[in-house]
């Protein structure tokens, strides 16, 4: 019958309702000018060994990869990452979340199938990471960058 409302006592055979407390902790996400979070675990691949992937070390890695381009460039995009062009940001975010995996991986290798597989990841970013440098210091990249 519809729009009746038994009060009964629900059936023996379920099981009692507990209530589930789950403490939520509030997972701190790396900083980075040039790179998110998102971007550096992607970069350094599901078998990444949680040990050395902190937060603390990835922010750590993205200042070192932000420092070594704004010297390698002798421009501090860091302090003007806002008002660049989306081309050249999501250049320098690349770089820096690639450097970020890079340093995850090194760190600690065992979470990789093999020696190999973390060493031909590694390599990979490493030739990406080449020839971004390559797009930031040569003189028609920088004329593009400044223009864009």
Known sequence: MLGQVFLT??????????PSFKLETR???ATSIMSTDDEMNA???????????TDANKTAWGLQAENYI?????????DNFGTLNVDVRNLLSEYVSRYV???????NMSGFTSRIEAEDMMNIHLYRMNKIEQILVDQKGVTYMQGA
Do not use: H, Q
């Not at 006592?9 to 507990?18: D, F, K, Q, S, V």
């Not at 970069?43 to 992937?53: P, R």
């Open 70 to 78: 704004n010297i390698l460039c002798r421009y501090n995009f860091s």
């Open 9 to 18: 006592a629900p059936p023996l055979y379920l099981p009692r309702w507990r």
């Open 27 to 29: 997972k701190m996400a």
């Open 101 to 107: 995996g890079i340093s995850g991986i090194a760190y």
């Open 43 to 53: 970069m350094a691949g599901e078998n990444i060994d949680v040990t050395g992937w």
